[in-house]
C-alpha cells in the first residue's frame, strides 16, 4: 500500500493551476475564475455558447464578452473600464457573431457589428485577467464571461479547472521562475566554442535558450543579444522582417571576437504567438502597418516580458552587458530589471524593398534607431 508523509501534497500550486487554465482555453475547455465561468472566444464552439446562455439564463445576467481596449477602438464600443470593454452579448448571438467580435480578420468586409453595448457598472478584475490568460495561451484577447453560483463547488461538479482571482491576479503579476534543465557543446559556423543551455519556466510554458560564445567572463560587460523568436524570419527566410540577417549578424559579431551571449527567447511575433502574427501579416496585407494591425487584434504594440531575459542572465552570472539592440526601450527594461547596460551596440542588417514600411514603422512608432 501507498504510504505518504503528512506534509506532502499532490494538489496543483497555483502555477500549476494557471498552467491547466492556460491550456484549458487553447484546447476549448472552460475554466472557472472565482464565481465567474469564463472561455477564450477563438476556441469557443457552438454547443458550449448554448451551455453559456443557458447559464447566463438561470443566473439572470447577461452573458459579456471581453476584448481589450484596442480592439473596443476598433470596433467603436465604449471602453469604461479604460484597458478593456465588457460587452454584453445580445439574447440571439450566434457563435459568427462572438467570433467576429474578436478576430478582425472580416472586420473591412463586414464593419457594421453592432450597436455594441458596453457596461459600466460591476467589477472588471475578472475579466481583465481573463483577458491575460487568452494572451498567455497565445489566443486572441478576447473571453466570454458567465457568473455562476459558489464558482468551486461549480467547477468540480462539472469537472473544470477552478482558480481564485486574488491568487491569479498575483501569478499572472510576475515572470515564472526558470530552471536550466540542460547544456551542452554545439560547435557552430561562427565559433566551434558554442554551447547550448536551455531554460524551462516552471508554470510549463515556452522553453528559452541561452546560446554562449566562447568562455565570457562574469565580471566584465559581456556582448548580448535577446533575440525573439521569428520561425518566419530565422528559419524560412522572410523579407518580411530583418530578424534572420540580425540573428547570424549577432551571431558572427560574437564569433568575431570570440564571445557573447545570445538569448534566443520563444516569444515570437512580439509575443503574440505565430498565429497571431499570421494574422497580423494578414491584417497588414489589407493595408495596415504593423503596430495597427496588432492593435486592431487586441494586443499591445509589445507584448514580450524582457524580465524572462534578464532572469536568464542573472541565472547564468552576468551583471553587466553590451547590447546589440536597434530599440532604446529594451535598454531600459533591461536596466529596469537590475542589469547593468554599459552601451548600446547597433545591429543593423537585413534591409529588404519587402520590409522598408516594416523598418520605417518600427522607427516611427516604436522608437527603433534604424
Known sequence: MLQMAGSMSLSPSISELV???????????????????VMAAETLKAERLTEFQAQSHEQGQPLVLAITGWRAETLKAVAYDGDLARIALPADASLEWVISIADPADDLHHPMKGPLTS??????????????????????????LCPVKCGKDFAAANGLTFVELSALEGELAHTSPLSEIATAHVPLTVSEAGRLHVFRPEDGGEEHYAVEIGQ???????LTRLHSACFTGDLLGSLKCDCGPQLRGALAQMGSEGEGILLYLNQEGRGIGLANKMRAYSLQDQ???TVEANHRLGFEDDERDFRIGAAILRDMG????????????????????????????PLKAGETRHNQD???????KSGHLL
Open 19 to 37: 498552467a491547466r487554465a492556460r491550456a484549458d482555453l487553447r484546447i476549448g475547455v472552460p475554466v472557472v475564475i472565482g464565481d465567474t465561468l
Open 119 to 144: 457596461l459600466r457598472e460591476g467589477e472588471a478584475d475578472t475579466a481583465r485577467v481573463a483577458l491575460q490568460l487568452a494572451k498567455a495561451a497565445r489566443l486572441l484577447p478576447a473571453a466570454l
Open 216 to 222: 565570457p567572463s562574469r565580471s566584465a560587460p559581456v
Open 287 to 289: 493595408g495596415f502597418d
Open 318 to 345: 552576468f551583471s553587466q552587458i553590451r547590447l546589440m539592440t536597434n530599440n532604446p526601450a529594451k535598454v531600459d527594461m533591461l536596466s529596469a530589471c537590475g542589469l547593468e547596460v554599459v552601451e548600446r551596440v
Open 358 to 364: 516594416y523598418l520605417a514603422t518600427k522607427a516611427a
